[in-house]
């Protein structure tokens, strides 16, 4: 068994990777500022399934380059996930997204790099790296946008185009970890994520779309699309990342140095509310009021992730189709409601 640390392992994704991890018997370190709304919940869930002796809680900040020393003391996996997640915070608070997501991840690697047992550590970078590729031509189609082009999605070969603060901040974090590999040997891999959704999502309306859509009609609170609700994104379960993570773990060597394009792909791609909403109304039984603003800055009209490559590498490709998923998903939000009180 493997010593491993997770940063954000108090958040949507963390707190589903560890408890995976401690299934598996694995020595596990949470490094977490527990800022993020619904972490308590999650560590508390995690204390529920494995008790409190199965890890360490470190309640601290990636600013805090002595803390993450403590944390990635010996570790052989790192997984960092965590950071500023939201591009409308980044434009309003753009000093705060690049040192949470910027400098944190700088911090993250030399923790690694200096106290680490020859670590593995896996980046949870974003599709956003690609910013808003005005060169790709797009249609539009009668519930969603589309690419003219790109049958498969978008490759990792794609131009970097960062935009907005949110975009620059991670896809600083992105080369960083790439380049740790070529100049200091650290194997990193960077997972270049599309929209991951699934249990212990406390999604909000700047970030989480799918678990957001979900508990705000659920709890009868207003929808507000921003765009035309054609928007059409690529999503991927919790379940599926989390074994394209395991998969490179297992094949740390391999993958050192590589980047890779993860979400559901083409065969896992709906708009967000043009085909989405119908989905929602199907499961709530009624229909789901929403309103519709502005688009947003840096917001693509399409994003589908070209998964080819992580599948011809590493054998992996999504299980849970989005049908599945998102039933799962709204049954789980329907199923927990006081964990939702507070929104």
């Known amino acids: 068994m493997a010593r491993v640390t997770i940063t954000g392992g108090g958040g949507f994704i963390g707190s589903n990777l560890a408890n995976r991890l401690l299934q598996q018997g694995h020595e596990l370190v949470i490094f977490d500022n527990m800022s993020r709304s619904g972490t308590e919940a999650n560590i508390a869930w995690l204390r529920e399934q494995h008790g409190d002796e199965r890890f360490v809680l470190a309640r601290a900040d990636l600013r805090d380059y002595e803390a993450l020393l403590r944390a990635c003391e010996g570790a052989q996996q790192i997984y960092h996930l965590a950071g500023q997640v939201a591009v409308t915070t ?56 589309a690419y003219a082009d790109f049958p498969y999605g978008i490759p990792e070969t794609t131009p970097l185009d960062f935009h907005s603060p949110y975009g620059v901040s991670k896809g600083c974090g992105d080369q960083y970890v790439r380049d740790y590999y070529r100049i200091y040997g650290l194997r990193t891999v960077v997972m270049r994520q599309s929209c991951i959704y699934g249990y212990r999502q406390f999604g909000i309306e700047d970030q989480g779309w799918v678990a957001w859509f979900i508990i705000a009609a659920l709890k009868g609170r207003q929808i507000t699309i921003y765009g035309d609700g054609k928007q059409a994104r690529d999503v991927l379960f919790v379940d599926d990342l989390l074994d394209a993570y395991e998969s490179a773990a297992a094949n740390s060597d391999r993958v050192a140095g590589q980047i890779y394009n993860v979400g559901g792909g083409p065969d896992n791609a709906m708009s967000i509310w043009r085909e989405f909403g119908p989905l929602l109304e199907s499961l709530m039984g009624d229909a789901v009021p929403v309103i519709y603003d502005d688009w947003r800055p840096g917001d693509q009209p399409v994003y589908i992730s ?19 998923g998102i039933t799962r998903l709204f049954n789980w939000v329907r199923d927990n409601q006081p964990l939702f009180a507070h929104l």
Do not use: C
């Open 90 to 145: 980044s434009v309003s608070n753009p000093r705060a997204d690049f040192e949470a997501n910027a400098l944190g991840t700088f911090n993250l690697l030399e923790a690694a790099r200096h106290v680490g047992d020859d670590p593995f550590v896996l980046y949870a970078s974003t599709n956003k790296v690609y910013g808003g590729m005005e060169a790709i031509d797009v249609v539009e189609q009668e519930t969603r946008y």
């Open 306 to 324: 070209d998964i080819r490559k992580i599948g011809r590498e590493l054998g992996w490709r999504p299980k849970i189709g989005v049908e599945e």
